[in-house]
């Protein structure tokens, strides 16, 4: 009986193994028969190709690892950027499409339409030689609020120099924990005593009064260092000191989240439409203000159809950002699975390295929402 | 009775053996890739994705170039016809695991031959069939008329997975520039984002830039400069591995060039059979037996040469009087000042 169970089973894994164990059987082979040899020591040599934007130091002088890393920030970076910007683009649109204004609603549905009916790839090509051909050259850049210069080299932003950063990133720290502590006392003080406490007002008085004290105290202080623009040469101008950022990732960080705000913005609009009307009613009846009904009775319940096929969104779009190598952004695929590739040579070493990469990116992402989607569903008592 | 009729199946099964092992010592002259290319009946041949003169193909889907002549003069030596080519567009990160992994049998992409390529990744290249250099490329009025007047802060397009990008690095460290390198997977799009005005200059090797400009939405605003920062001999390339095959592409590349030198071409190449010269009357087939060193018929090379042309003929058609390089420079036969010089064939 047990074993009649345990029989499929193990004849599927036996014929998996054996399907894997013949292809790197015969991957062995044809490599051995073309002189390839296999393993992972090409990432300690150095890579001698330099990367346009890093986010550490890095230089051809460092090594390929380094050069992995340099990717792997990149895509985080515009994966996050993507991330955050499609959320609060696809809140904004998907409660547009619930209103009763007529415009609005249509304005919302028709970007919708437009925007997840077109090929992601399209789309980045477009707003990559769209905004190359409408951006100025660094010379005819108009400042805007004379610090930032929007131009077809990249956006040039003011940075700051700091003096004892870390003194700073302290303080934020400690407010970030006193902040956590206020929340808890008001809780208990609500469910103990039913006073309500002004939580926010407080905490971004805790946010800025302990950085201040850095400040004043501290020996914290700031610079900024604003972008000057610079000759190359008689018609070539470019802009020095500040922060650049580069217009590739500027598009590919535009496409990524205006297509996946779409998408967003569908489940956001499910999860409120799958709140039955009763409750809103019931929770008017009993006095709540029409702010705290959305906050304490919609929301609670949309956010548990909303957060599972926006993970999903999220997933998508990392996923989706290894599309930059289209348009010279320096991701994952672009640095490590395509120069350092060519470079060495090492197609199934780098290849199972950047697989893995992606796997273990999209289940960290999966994690997290699983934690909140945990976190907020009902707990029946 | 019994123990004649065992002597008698021990004798054949003895004469088997050694027929087997006849044919089989025979059949090894018979490389595994030129039999299945003969079984297919077409050459299997990795290009560039458009780069006009080398592998460009036109609107009808004809493939042009030095490059797609190198594939079409093997087809011509094997199966007997240089139309039976079957072209794959690769792109530069592709082209090499295409290779390596069966895809195809010729690597014909401008491809710089260089060491860690040749010896390290299951590759052999088999010669050498345009001498080429990185250069880069500027607006005119940009005031820029050498690489020394680069400054620090300059962009540079190139293609993704080049030499290109290693030797931009050398050259930009050597003159102690910081620069910014903007990398694409295809020489489309490095154009289009040069021509916007992302980068200052676009590196690539010259041939590259001379063909590229042409893409240009105004060439004649563009210019390359005259400084070259890197050897890059580009020729074909064949998996490693089977000699054979490696022989035949080789040979068909020599054999264009062999007969530029003797003034063989595909006009004049069937009088040749009769000439006083016994290295022109080798080339075209009349004399020696030199195509059964390649396991092939000794109408090989005569075929090569009516059907494709010697080297001058195919730089001439794709790269001279399309007006990318009018000036053969280096790619001149040694004769003559350049540096073309091939093993003599026999």
């Keep these: 009986m047990n074993f009649k169970k345990i029989l499929p089973q193990l004849l599927t894994l036996v014929v998996v193994i054996l399907v894997f164990g013949f292809f790197s059987y015969n991957a062995q082979v044809n490599m051995e028969n073309r002189g390839i040899t296999f393993g992972y020591g090409f990432l300690s040599q150095e890579s001698s190709f330099d990367v346009q934007f890093s986010l550490i130091e890095y230089d051809g002088s460092h090594s390929y690892f380094r050069a992995y890393l340099v990717g792997l920030l990149n895509t985080i970076l515009v994966s996050v950027i993507g991330i955050v910007f499609a959320t609060i683009i696809g809140v904004v649109v998907g409660i547009a499409r619930l209103s009763s204004n007529y415009l609005i609603e249509r304005t919302a549905a028709i970007y919708v339409e437009f925007f997840r009916n077109i090929p992601l790839l399209l789309q980045i090509f477009f707003w990559y030689f769209a905004a190359l051909r409408a951006l100025p050259l660094p010379e005819k850049a108009e400042p805007i609020f004379g610090v930032f210069f929007l131009t077809i080299k990249g956006f040039f932003v003011p940075a700051f120099i700091w003096n004892n950063l870390d003194i700073f990133i302290y303080s934020v720290i400690a407010a970030i924990i006193a902040i956590v502590f206020v929340r808890l006392y008001a809780k208990k003080k609500q469910e103990n005593q039913g006073i309500q406490t002004p939580v926010l007002l407080i905490s971004i008085g805790l946010l800025f009064i302990l950085p201040l004290l850095s400040f004043l105290l501290g020996g914290v202080n700031a610079s900024i260092e604003i972008p000057v623009i610079e000759q190359l040469s008689q018609t070539s101008f470019t802009y020095k000191g500040g922060l650049k950022l580069p217009p590739e990732l500027i598009s590919l960080a535009l496409a990524l989240s205006l297509y996946t705000a779409t998408f967003i913005a569908e489940c956001v609009r499910a999860g409120v439409q799958g709140v039955s009307k009763g409750q809103k009613e019931a929770a008017a009846s009993i006095g709540l203000t029409p702010n705290q009904v959305l906050k304490l009775v919609v929301m609670p319940q949309a956010l548990r159809i909303i957060i599972p096929p926006t993970t999903n969104q999220y997933l998508n779009l990392t996923k989706n950002s290894s599309l930059a190598a289209a348009i010279a952004y320096p991701d994952l695929v672009l640095v490590f699975a395509g120069t350092a590739l060519m470079q060495t040579g090492r197609a199934i070493e780098i290849v199972s390295i950047t697989m893995l990469t992606y796997l273990t990116l999209s289940i960290t992402i999966s994690i997290f929402m699983n934690w909140y989607n945990k976190k907020i569903a009902i707990k029946e008592k | 009775m019994f123990k004649l009729v065992k002597r008698l199946t021990s004798v054949v099964a003895m004469f088997a053996v050694l027929f087997t092992f006849t044919t089989e010592t025979m059949a090894a002259k018979k490389s595994k890739t030129l039999k299945n290319t003969q079984k297919k009946g077409f050459v299997r041949c990795g290009v560039s994705q458009g780069l006009p003169g080398f592998s460009n193909a036109d609107a009808a889907g004809n493939w042009t170039g030095v490059d797609v002549d190198v594939c079409r003069a093997v087809a011509a030596a094997v199966l007997g016809d240089a139309s039976k080519v079957k072209f794959t567009p690769l792109s530069a990160k592709e082209r090499f695991t295409a290779l390596t992994s069966n895809e195809i049998d010729i690597l014909s992409r401008n491809t710089t031959w260089t060491l860690s390529r040749d010896a390290d990744i299951g590759l052999t290249f088999v010669g050498v069939n345009f001498y080429d250099g990185q250069g880069f490329m500027v607006r005119k009025n940009s005031g820029i008329s050498s690489v020394n ?83 890059e001999p580009l020729g074909p390339v064949v998996r490693q591995g089977d000699s054979v095959w490696e022989d035949i592409v080789r040979w068909s590349l020599n054999t264009m060039i062999e007969a530029e030198e003797y003034g063989v071409t595909s006009a004049n190449a069937d009088m040749m059979k009769t000439s006083d010269n016994p290295a022109v009357k080798r080339l075209v087939g009349a004399e020696g037996e030199l195509g059964a060193a390649l396991g092939l018929d000794n109408e090989w090379s005569l075929r090569i040469i009516k059907q494709v042309g010697n080297y001058g003929e195919s730089y001439k058609r794709n790269i001279a009087d399309t007006g990318i390089l009018p000036d053969r420079g280096p790619n001149e036969l040694w004769t003559k000042g350049g540096i073309l010089y091939v093993p003599p064939a026999r």
Excluded at chain 2, 156 to 178: H, Q, V
Excluded at chain 2, 194 to 205: L, Q
């Design chain 2, 149 to 231: 007047d680069f400054k620090a802060g300059v962009s540079a397009c190139t293609n993704l997975g080049t030499t290109t990008e290693l030797n931009m690095r050398d050259f930009f460290n050597s003159k102690g520039i910081k620069y910014e390198p903007v990398t694409f997977e295809k020489a489309d799009e490095v154009v289009a984002a040069y021509d916007a005005g992302r980068c200052d200059t676009y590196t690539t090797d010259k041939s590259g830039l001379a063909a590229q400009r042409i893409k240009l939405s105004n060439p004649d605003d563009h210019m390359v400069l005259p400084e070259t920062i890197s050897k």
